[in-house]
Nanobody, 124 residues
Framework: QVQLVESGGGSVQAGGSLRLDCAAS????????MAWFRQAPGQERQFVAG????????TYADSVKGRFTISGDTAKNTIYLQMNSLKPEDTAVYYC?????????????????WGQGTQVTVSS
């Protein structure tokens, strides 16, 4: 089973950029759909972006379209979330998640493998 480890969180001012990395263990990396979710204090965990290797497709939440980019490197078993033009409302703990089959879904309950999360704080 794949295990996920996130890195790259931190603090940045509004308008700045951060990149999150999610390293996956295991040989069957490309058989999973991978996604980023985020959870702000007192709020439910929400879908941010997802990538499907089998469909060669990406999916984004409306709130991050045009600002965030999800990508991956199958040779490194790693996915990335490049976050530009960050806003204070992007402040949250960001989680990497995986599911099979490799179709991206936006429901939290569709994913059964999760990383430990990484904090992103955007100040105004």
């Amino acid at each position: 089973q794949v295990q996920l480890v996130e890195s790259g969180g931190g603090s940045v001012q509004a308008g700045g950029s951060l990149r999150l990395d999610c390293a996956a263990s295991g040989r069957t990396f490309t058989t999973y759909a991978m996604a980023w979710f985020r959870q702000a204090p007192g709020q439910e965990r929400q879908f941010v972006a997802g990538i499907s290797w089998s469909q060669s497709s990406t999916t984004y939440a409306d709130s991050v379209k045009g600002r965030f980019t999800i990508s991956g490197d199958t040779a490194k078993n790693t996915i990335y979330l490049q976050m530009n033009s960050l806003k204070p409302e992007d402040t949250a703990v960001y989680y990497c998640a995986a599911r099979r089959p490799s179709h991206v879904l936006t429901l939290t309950s569709a994913y059964d493998i999760w990383g430990q999360g990484t904090q992103v704080t955007v100040s105004s």
